[in-house]
């Protein structure tokens, strides 16, 4: 007999591997930067699509992904705890962006291009507003606060091409329930008509 997982089982995996990924590859592109691009004033982040991508499929769960994109950064370049707490706590503002979901509809998004690379880069924004406020609160310039927008240009221009490749691939940029129920519905009349 089949056994089949409950949704609650798929979440959890699906969050698991989505935070993995995330992980590893943010470790990676900020050991990357430091060993072969140390002069560079720019930096890279998987974290605002990763994040972008996890709201799509499970809504406010991404906070999981988008605190832990900061934990990695700050435990991959030794930061104080005022950077842990403008990382981690800066990136959760992120999930602003999931009241986009409301107008124009999660559905809306998926399929509209434009929309899609929007709600990253708004993702992105976000998460850079966000750590340039919680900076201010730990005694931060304003002068500071900008550099959070001017060194995350290439994340910016990253987050909008991965946004744009992840909504054409299947079930990768879509609400799992409703990826889940229609991959059902798939199956049971491929069923039906043999």
């Given at each position: 007999m089949e056994r089949r997982r409950t949704v609650g089982q798929y979440r959890v995996v699906d969050l698991l591997l989505f935070a993995v990924m995330m992980a590893v590859s943010e470790w990676l592109v900020i050991h990357a930067g430091r060993f072969w691009f140390s002069d560079q004033l720019y930096t890279l982040s998987i974290v605002p699509v990763m994040t972008a991508i996890v709201m799509m499929r499970w809504g406010p769960w991404a906070a999981i992904h988008a605190a832990l994109g900061g934990a990695v950064y700050c435990w991959a370049s030794g930061a104080t705890a005022a950077q842990w707490a403008v990382y981690c706590g800066g990136n959760l503002l992120g999930l602003a962006a999931l009241?986009?979901?409301?107008?124009?509809?999660?559905?809306?998004?998926?399929?509209?291009?434009?929309?899609?690379?929007g709600f990253g880069l708004l993702t992105a924004l976000l998460m850079q507003l966000g750590r340039a406020l919680l900076s201010l609160l730990f005694g931060?310039?304003?002068?500071?606060?900008?550099?959070?927008?001017?060194?995350?240009?290439?994340?910016?221009?990253?987050?909008?091409?991965?946004?744009?490749?992840?909504?054409?691939?299947?079930?990768?940029?879509?609400?799992?329930?409703?990826?889940l129920l229609r991959v059902q519905r798939e199956q049971e009349e491929e069923r039906e008509s043999y």
């Open positions: 009241l986009l979901f409301h107008a124009p509809g999660k559905e809306r998004i998926r399929q509209d291009a434009l929309l899609t690379m931060g310039t304003a002068g500071g606060m900008i550099v959070f927008f001017t060194t995350d240009v290439i994340t910016l221009l990253f987050t909008a091409v991965v946004m744009w490749i992840v909504r054409r691939l299947d079930g990768i940029f879509e609400d799992q329930i409703n990826y």
